[in-house]
C-alpha cells in the first residue's frame, strides 16, 4: 500500500498555481467553449488542446499537463485508444473521459482502457472542478454499477491472469459495499477504517483493472465499432 | 379323367388374403404419399397395382391328362362344354403363328382384335395359350398371366372380363432358342347361345418391338403385318399334344378401390397441395414478421443512436454555451440568472433523453440494462435526500431479455414507488431488490419509514395504483406489505420473461457479444 502512496503524484496546492488541464476534442466550438470554461473556473488552466488523439500523443508528453480531459468520439483514433496509449506513455497521468451521454457500457472501456474517470458533458463547471480535483487526489468514480461491473471483470481473469492483478480481500469487500450502494463514508465506518483508505484501495483496484485490461479494452471497443459500421 | 380336375370356387383363400394385402398396400401408398411429397400417384399405384396382381402361375393347379385321349372324337368335342375346364378338346385351338423370321432371342408381338356383340351375356370364356418358349398376355392392356413351358397348355378364364363391345388380345412371344411359335385358342359363348372362337391365324398382326404401350392399342397400324404361320396345333416340332394344361385361377375384372381411382388421387393432391400452400404461406409469414421485427429493432436502434449523437451533442453544446455565456456576466444579474435556467433546463432535457435513449435501445432489452437502469435512477433520485439507497441486485442476469413493453411498465411501476417512498415515508434507507423468479422477474422497493395500514384509502396512492393497473396489463402484479410504524415493502412481479431470443450457438465461440457503443456520425459542420 506504502509502494501505491509514492507512485501517486503530490496533490497540487489549488493556492499556488493552477492545475494544468489538456484537452482533447474534435468539434472546434465545443474545444473553445471548453477552454473558455475551464479557464473561467478559479485554480483551473487549460494549457493544451488538441484536435485528435493522434495530436494528443504528440503534444502532451511535452507539455505535461495534470488532467487531460478526453472526448470519447475522435476521427480514427478514438478516444478509448487514446487513453491506453498516453497511459502506457505517461503512467501517471490522471485522464478524464467525457462523453454527451451516459453510457456505462462506454464508461466501464474507458475505465479499463486506464482512464481515470468520467464526466458527463452536462456537468455544473462547479462540480466539473471538484470532480477534476478529486481525480488528482486520486479519488476514483465509482457508482455502484462501475463497482459490480469492476467485480464481474476481476472475476471473469481470475482464472487466466497472474495473482498479483486478483483482487484483494479487502478490496472486494469495498467494491460489493460499493456495488449495494453504500457510500465511501458508510463503507469506511463499516470496515473500521478511514475514508482515505477506502479510496485507496479503489485507486489501487483501478491500477489493477488498467493493467489487466487496457489492450483488451481497446481491442474490445475497435471490434464493436467494426460491428456497428456493418 | 376331368374327376381329377377339380371345379375352383370362385374365391378362394389366397384371393381373400390378396385382397387384404391390397386394401393395406393402397393404405399404405396413401401414407406414404402423404408423407412424401415426392411420390406422386403414378408411384403409388404401381406399387397397388404390383400387389393387386399377384402371378396367376403361383396359384395353378396342374391337372394330367391320360394319354390317348381322342382328341378328334367328335363325341368328346361334343361332350366338351366350356364350363369344363381343362377340357383336353383342342378343337378351338389355332394354329402355331411366329414372325416371318425365326431366331434366337427374338421377342414377337401378337396383336389381335374383337368384339363380343352387344344385347348379349357372356356366359363362359375360355382361353388357352402357350408359346415356345415363353409368353405374357393381355387383355385390353392388362397382363392376365405369363409362362414359359410349351409343352403344357395354359388356361385362362375370363369370362368376367369380357363385356360387349371391342377387345384387344396382345402377346408377347419370347423365343429363347431355335424353333418358335405361338398358339392360342379362346372360345366365348354368349347368351344368346352363339360361340364365338379366336384362335392364333394369320390374322393376327406382328407389332413392331419398339412400340412402347402397344397392348393397349386399339387400333392396329397399317405399317403391322400378318404372322406367320408355322404349324398346325399338334403338328411340327410341337408335335406331341400338350401333357399338362394348367388351370389359371378364373380372373376377376380389376376393382379399382375408391382411393386408388384417378379423381380421389387428385383430390388428395389438391388437399396434399392446398395444405403445402397453407404451410408455406404461414412460414412466410412468421418470416416476414421476423424480419419486421429485425426491421423495427434496427429502427430502434437508428433512433437511439440518432438521438444519441446528433440531439444528445448539440444539447449538450446548448448547455455548454450556457455555462460560457456566463462566465462573462456578474453573478446575480438578470441575464446570468436566465442563461443558468436555460442551461439548466437543457440539462434536464438532456437527463429525460438519458431515459427516452435506455427506453428504445434494443441494446437495453435485457434484464441486466434494466436492473442497471433502475439502479441509477434510484441513485440519482435519491442523492438529493435523506435517504440511503440500497441495492440487493442478483448477479447473472444479462442473458435473459426483457423486452420493451415489460420493462418500460416495470420501470414506471418502480419509479412512482421509490418516489412514494422519498416523499412520504420519511425513511432513512430504502432498498432496491432485483431478483429473477424462474422466468419472472421481481423488482421489491422496501423503505424503513413509518409504514401505513394498507387496509386505508390514501390520496398519494393514487399514482401506484395507476402503475399497479399497468403492470397487470402486461401480465405483471403488485403486493404491497407495510404496517404503522414498521416501513414498507412495494414488491412488483411479473411472472414471464421472453427467454433470450438469440439460441445459444449463436454465441459460440465468441461467448457472449458486447453492446457496441454507438458511434459519432461524420462531424457536423459548425458554421
Known amino acids: ?230 | 379323367m376331368c374327376g381329377v380336375m377339380q371345379t375352383r370356387p370362385n374365391i378362394c383363400p389366397w384371393q381373400v388374403m390378396s385382397r387384404r394385402v391390397r386394401g393395406i398396400a393402397s393404405l399404405l401408398g396413401l401414407a406414404s404419399m402423404l408423407v412424401m411429397s415426392g411420390l406422386g400417384p403414378s408411384s403409388v399405384r404401381g406399387a397397388v397395382t404390383n400387389a393387386a396382381n399377384p402371378l396367376p402361375m403361383l396359384a395353378n393347379t396342374t391337372a394330367s391328362l391320360t394319354n390317348g385321349a381322342a382328341v378328334d372324337d367328335p363325341a368328346e368335342a361334343a361332350k366338351d362344354s366350356l364350363g369344363e375346364r381343362g377340357s383336353y378338346n383342342f378343337s378351338d385351338m389355332g394354329p402355331w403363328i411366329w414372325d416371318t423370321n425365326t431366331f434366337d432371342r427374338q421377342t414377337v408381338r401378337f396383336w389381335k382384335s374383337f368384339v363380343i356383340p352387344s344385347g348379349t351375356n357372356v356366359l363362359r370364356s375360355r382361353l388357352r395359350i402357350t408359346a415356345d418358349n415363353e409368353y405374357i398376355l393381355y387383355l385390353d392392356g392388362r397382363e392376365l398371366g405369363r409362362d414359359a413351358e410349351w409343352r403344357h397348355l395354359y388356361e385362362y378364364d375370363i369370362t368376367a372380363l369380357l363385356g360387349p363391345g371391342p377387345h384387344v388380345l396382345a402377346v408377347e412371344a419370347y423365343n429363347s432358342s431355335r424353333e418358335a411359335g405361338f398358339v392360342l385358342g379362346m372360345r366365348v359363348g354368349l347368351a344368346s347361345g352363339q360361340v364365338i372362337t379366336i384362335s392364333s391365324d394369320t390374322s393376327w398382326l406382328i407389332v413392331p418391338n419398339d412400340l412402347s404401350g402397344w397392348e393397349k392399342r386399339v387400333e392396329p397400324d397399317d405399317s403391322w403385318r400378318p404372322a406367320t404361320f408355322m404349324a398346325k396345333f399338334g403338328e411340327g416340332p410341337w408335335g406331341v399334344n400338350q401333357e399338362y394344361i394348367d388351370l389359371v385361377p378364373p380372373l376377376e375384372p380389376v376393382i379399382i378401390p375408391f382411393w386408388q381411382t384417378s379423381w380421389f388421387e387428385i383430390l388428395l393432391l389438391v388437399i396434399f397441395g392446398g395444405v403445402c400452400l397453407v404451410s408455406f404461406s404461414l412460414a412466410t409469414q412468421v418470416l416476414l414478421h421476423q424480419k419486421e421485427q429485425a426491421l423495427l429493432q434496427r429502427e430502434r436502434a437508428r433512433i437511439a443512436r440518432d438521438i444519441h449523437d446528433d440531439l444528445g451533442t448539440r444539447v449538450t453544446q446548448l448547455v455548454l454555451q450556457g455555462e460560457v455565456a456566463q462566465t462573462g456576466l456578474p453573478a446575480g444579474s438578470k441575464t446570468h440568472g436566465q442563461l443558468e435556467r436555460i442551461s439548466e433546463e437543457a440539462r434536464e432535457t438532456l437527463q429525460a433523453m438519458d431515459e427516452i435513449l435506455w427506453a428504445i435501445n434494443p441494446r437495453r432489452d435485457n434484464l441486466h440494462e434494466f436492473a442497471t437502469f433502475v439502479c441509477g435512477h434510484a441513485k440519482t433520485f435519491l442523492r438529493s435526500t435523506a435517504i440511503q439507497c440500497l441495492l440487493d441486485v442478483e448477479p447473472a442476469m444479462s442473458a435473459v431479455a426483457f423486452d420493451l413493453p415489460f420493462r418500460r411498465s416495470l420501470l414506471l411501476a418502480v419509479k412512482e414507488a421509490i418516489n412514494n417512498a422519498a416523499k412520504h415515508s420519511g425513511a432513512t434507507e430504502l432498498l432496491l431488490q432485483i431478483r429473477r423468479q424462474g422466468h419472472g422477474i421481481t423488482v421489491a422497493v422496501q423503505d424503513n419509514g413509518r409504514g401505513f395500514d394498507p387496509a386505508q384509502p390514501r390520496a398519494e396512492r393514487n399514482g401506484l395504483d395507476n402503475m399497479i393497473q399497468r403492470l397487470n396489463e402486461v401480465g405483471g402484479s403488485c403486493r404491497i406489505t407495510s404496517q404503522p410504524g414498521r416501513g414498507c415493502r412495494v414488491e412488483f412481479h411479473i411472472p414471464v420473461i421472453q427467454m433470450r431470443r438469440r439460441p445459444w450457438w449463436a454465441h459460440w465461440p465468441f461467448g457472449r457479444q458486447l453492446n457496441p457503443p454507438p458511434q459519432r456520425p461524420p462531424a457536423t459542420s459548425q458554421n
Request: charge should be neutral; glycine fraction near 4%; aromatic fraction near 4%.
Open chain 1, 1 to 230: 500500500m506504502n509502494k501505491t502512496a509514492k507512485t501517486t503524484p503530490p496533490v497540487k496546492a489549488a493556492a499556488s498555481a493552477p492545475l494544468k488541464i489538456a484537452l482533447v476534442e474534435d468539434q472546434p466550438k465545443v474545444r473553445e467553449d471548453w477552454s473558455q470554461l475551464i479557464n473561467s473556473l478559479p485554480d483551473l488552466a487549460c494549457i493544451c488542446t488538441c484536435k485528435t488523439g493522434e495530436e494528443a500523443i504528440r503534444v502532451i508528453p511535452e507539455v505535461q499537463p495534470d488532467v487531460v480531459l478526453m472526448d470519447i468520439f475522435l476521427p480514427r483514433m478514438s478516444g478509448i485508444e487514446c487513453v491506453s496509449r498516453l497511459k502506457a506513455l505517461m503512467p501517471q497521468l490522471r485522464i478524464i473521459i467525457l462523453t454527451a451521454m451516459n453510457d456505462e457500457e462506454l464508461v466501464f472501456m474507458a475505465l479499463e482502457a486506464g482512464a481515470d474517470g468520467y464526466l458527463l458533458k452536462r456537468t455544473k463547471p462547479a462540480d466539473l472542478r471538484a470532480a477534476l480535483l478529486d481525480v488528482l487526489n486520486g479519488g476514483a468514480p465509482m457508482t455502484s454499477e462501475i463497482a459490480r461491473r469492476v467485480v464481474e471483470s476481476f472475476r471473469l481473469k481470475a482464472r487466466t491472469r497472474d495473482e498479483s492483478l486478483h483482487l484483494s480481500v479487502r478490496e472486494e469487500q469495498i467494491l460489493l459495499l460499493l456495488s449495494k450502494g453504500y457510500a465511501n463514508k458508510i463503507i469506511a465506518d463499516r470496515l473500521e477504517i478511514s475514508v482515505d483508505t477506502v479510496c485507496h484501495h479503489l485507486k489501487h483496484v483501478f491500477e489493477k483493472l488498467h493493467v489487466s485490461s487496457r489492450t483488451e479494452a481497446v481491442v474490445r471497443y475497435m471490434a464493436s465499432k467494426a460491428t456497428l459500421s456493418q
